[in-house]
């Protein structure tokens, strides 16, 4: 009995993860008759942690539908922005360092993995919490203990940093967040922070911040026109007034003006890249 034979359309947006003749719109596929249409689009290359409405001949329909001999399927992308049960928490994979500190620097909940604890601890740790896996791995956005997912589509922390705001529309507090570890800021004392200032800070400044975390230090330095400029670009193009976009809450830090560290990766003091 010959096996029953789809036709296949895929939508742009994710031409880069099929291959190049299933790019030209509907293409014939062969399939055994018994597999489901999300381990289809899988096999093809697709993480279903990207596809967003999957129609049979025009309806709807899930990914566990097992495919028919004829049937027209189109496979569309994830709408943006795409709906969430609960406010957006993201966990990021050991390659995404950079992504991670502008989300915090953004007031966004970014948990961030380095060293690399492997594919199924990533994934037990975005069940267990409730965030979304941000990745470049697909391998990863595949494993089904995930609670959901997100391919981040480029290398380039500016561009990886839009997508995934306009993709998930988080609330933005920018300046609330330890770059560092994720933990919140709050107003601290020159006194309470000394031991982490070199002489020209402590003379040069006077408004600071703290994580209640891990109790890193944070102010005005030489990095503030970056990361200003980084925050006004967010605040701008995704925060509250855009269609669709997020809404923006005060940071504790907004007290006393923007907080950050004094160079990037040195040790407690942690800031965005460039």
């Not at 589509?153 to 705001?165: F, G, K, M, T």
């Amino acid at each position: 009995m010959d096996r029953p034979q789809i036709q296949l359309d895929f939508a742009p947006e994710l031409h880069l993860f099929v291959s190049a003749p299933r790019r030209a719109g509907r293409t014939a596929l062969r399939t055994d008759g018994a597999s489901t249409l999300g381990h289809v689009v899988e096999s093809l290359g697709v993480p279903l942690t990207e596809v967003g409405a999957l129609l049979v001949d025009g309806r709807a329909v899930p990914d566990s539908h097992v495919p028919a001999d004829g049937e027209e399927i189109t496979v569309r992308a994830v709408a943006r922005p795409q709906p969430s049960p609960v406010p957006a928490r993201f966990l990021l994979d050991v390659h995404l360092g950079t992504l991670a500190r502008r989300l915090r620097l953004l007031g966004v909940d970014a948990a961030y993995e380095n060293p690399d604890i492997g594919d199924a601890a990533l994934a037990a740790r975005s069940a267990a919490e409730q965030r979304i896996m941000l990745s470049r791995d697909r391998g990863l956005l595949r494993r089904r203990e995930l609670w959901a997912g997100a391919y981040v589509y480029s290398h380039r922390p500016a561009e990886q940093l839009r997508d995934v705001l306009s993709r998930f529309a988080p609330p933005l507090a920018p300046w609330s967040r330890c770059t560092a570890c994720n933990g919140r800021l709050h107003p601290a004392t020159k006194t309470s922070v000394r031991e982490q200032l070199r002489d020209g800070t402590e003379r040069s400044y006077d408004a600071f911040a703290q994580c209640e975390d891990c109790g890193q230090a944070y102010w005005r330095g030489a990095h503030h026109a970056r990361l200003e400029a980084i925050v006004a670009e967010a605040v701008r193009d995704f925060g509250p007034g855009r269609a669709g976009g997020p809404g923006q809450e005060p940071g504790p830090v907004g007290e006393f003006g923007e907080v950050h560290g004094s160079g990037e990766g040195q040790g407690r003091i942690g800031v965005v890249s460039g």
